[in-house]
């Protein structure tokens, strides 16, 4: 099969090169050229921000299936749609499990119930979009180059699925972890272990908020799958681990790999310490349902979540030193 990536050289992309190059599949990443294309890959050199600039190159190249790994806006994903309708047989879009009303509750710009869990393909989208603020896209634009001010993934799935002539699959993400994180999502609890030894504060429902994660390779193995299997067309699957830890459970994951040997406290917020607390409304938790992907295309998790916190937890420490040794 021939594979076109766009935006295939960051954080999730190589792993799904990997994956599709050792299955034996023709790879070529479209990329801005920031970093090398993976091994065993080709490469186009281009801005997804611009895809329809390139729109005579990429569609010469006739991919049997396009996986997009950066899509921000309903313009963007119009714009991919336009480009491979009549060239393509598929396109696999990477989502997120923010798209979920849930989210909206969470970050207080829903109004109305707790949304019930846990949350499957067919639960309820969010009604406000772009539920992030200005400041908080200004702030993701530095370490997501390709996300634009119009970012929400409704619009996203909205365009991706609509194409009578261009199947397409969704794919709602996790919060995705592991070496190579440009959000370093382990870093804050192994510098609050690293900095308090003996006891660890957690603000009450901050302890008991759950919420959607998944190892960077699972999450690319899941990818692959959807891409090279076409009962995924005009499908949306979640793509989660299984089991939704607390907070206070995955720092207490996180802190047996470390060899972190203090203990726990929860506190109510009045008195728990800023670092122990989170925005939002925390009765609203975020379970999310992989069942899909798991019956229907096999899905399985092949790195453990220990070895997978140990990877990153290694990654991490490495970051670090060589940021202090500059």
């Given at each position: 099969m021939k594979v076109l990536l766009i935006g295939g050289s960051g954080f999730i992309g190589p792993p799904v090169s990997r994956r599709l190059v050792e299955s034996g599949h023709d790879v070529t990443v479209f990329h801005r050229g920031q970093s090398a294309a993976p091994q065993g890959t080709r490469e186009i050199i281009g801005d997804r921000r611009w895809l329809a600039d390139q729109a005579i190159v990429l569609r010469t190249l006739a991919p049997d299936v396009v996986v997009d790994l950066v899509l921000s806006s309903g313009r963007q994903a119009r714009d991919l749609m336009n480009v491979f309708e009549g060239v393509a047989s598929r396109v696999v879009a990477l989502s997120s499990c923010d798209v979920y009303r849930a989210c909206g509750v969470f970050h207080e710009s829903e109004p109305g119930p707790l949304e019930p869990l846990p949350l499957t393909e067919t639960s309820a989208l969010r009604t406000v979009l772009q539920t992030y603020p200005p400041d908080r896209i200004r702030m993701l634009q530095q370490v997501f180059a390709w996300l634009d001010d119009e970012y929400d993934k409704i619009p996203v799935e909205r365009e991706v699925l609509g194409r009578a002539a261009l199947p397409g699959t969704v794919l709602r993400l996790p919060m995705v972890y592991g070496p190579g994180d440009p959000l370093h999502r382990l870093k804050s609890i192994l510098s609050?272990?690293?900095?308090?030894?003996?006891?660890?504060?957690?603000?009450?429902?901050?302890?008991?908020?759950?919420?959607?994660?998944?190892?960077?390779?699972?999450?690319?193995?899941?990818?692959?799958?959807?891409?090279?299997?076409?009962?995924?067309?005009?499908?949306?699957?979640?793509?989660?681990?299984?089991?939704?830890?607390?907070?206070?459970?995955?720092?207490?994951?996180?802190?047996?790999?470390?060899?972190?040997?203090?203990?726990?406290?929860?506190?109510?917020?009045?008195?728990?310490?800023?670092?122990?607390?989170?925005?939002?409304?925390?009765?609203?938790?975020?379970?999310?349902?992989?069942?899909?992907?798991?019956?229907?295309?096999?899905?399985?998790?092949?790195?453990?979540?220990?070895?997978?916190?140990?990877?990153?937890?290694?990654?991490?420490r490495r970051s670090t030193a060589h940021a202090v040794g500059r």
């Amino acid at each position: 099969m021939k594979v076109l990536l766009i935006g295939g050289s960051g954080f999730i992309g190589p792993p799904v090169s990997r994956r599709l190059v050792e299955s034996g599949h023709d790879v070529t990443v479209f990329h801005r050229g920031q970093s090398a294309a993976p091994q065993g890959t080709r490469e186009i050199i281009g801005d997804r921000r611009w895809l329809a600039d390139q729109a005579i190159v990429l569609r010469t190249l006739a991919p049997d299936v396009v996986v997009d790994l950066v899509l921000s806006s309903g313009r963007q994903a119009r714009d991919l749609m336009n480009v491979f309708e009549g060239v393509a047989s598929r396109v696999v879009a990477l989502s997120s499990c923010d798209v979920y009303r849930a989210c909206g509750v969470f970050h207080e710009s829903e109004p109305g119930p707790l949304e019930p869990l846990p949350l499957t393909e067919t639960s309820a989208l969010r009604t406000v979009l772009q539920t992030y603020p200005p400041d908080r896209i200004r702030m993701l634009q530095q370490v997501f180059a390709w996300l634009d001010d119009e970012y929400d993934k409704i619009p996203v799935e909205r365009e991706v699925l609509g194409r009578a002539a261009l199947p397409g699959t969704v794919l709602r993400l996790p919060m995705v972890y592991g070496p190579g994180d440009p959000l370093h999502r382990l870093k804050s609890i192994l510098s609050r272990m690293d900095a308090n030894p003996d006891v660890l504060v957690f603000e009450e429902k901050y302890a008991a908020l759950r919420a959607p994660r998944g190892y960077v390779e699972n999450v690319a193995d899941a990818i692959t799958l959807a891409a090279t299997d076409s009962r995924a067309a005009r499908r949306i699957y979640n793509v989660a681990e299984p089991e939704a830890l607390s907070e206070l459970e995955w720092a207490r994951a996180i802190g047996d790999v470390a060899g972190w040997h203090g203990r726990f406290e929860t506190q109510p917020f009045d008195r728990a310490p800023e670092e122990a607390r989170l925005p939002g409304n925390l009765d609203q938790h975020w379970v999310v349902d992989s069942s899909r992907i798991r019956e229907e295309l096999g899905y399985r998790e092949r790195v453990p979540r220990a070895d997978a916190i140990e990877r990153t937890i290694e990654w991490e420490r490495r970051s670090t030193a060589h940021a202090v040794g500059r």
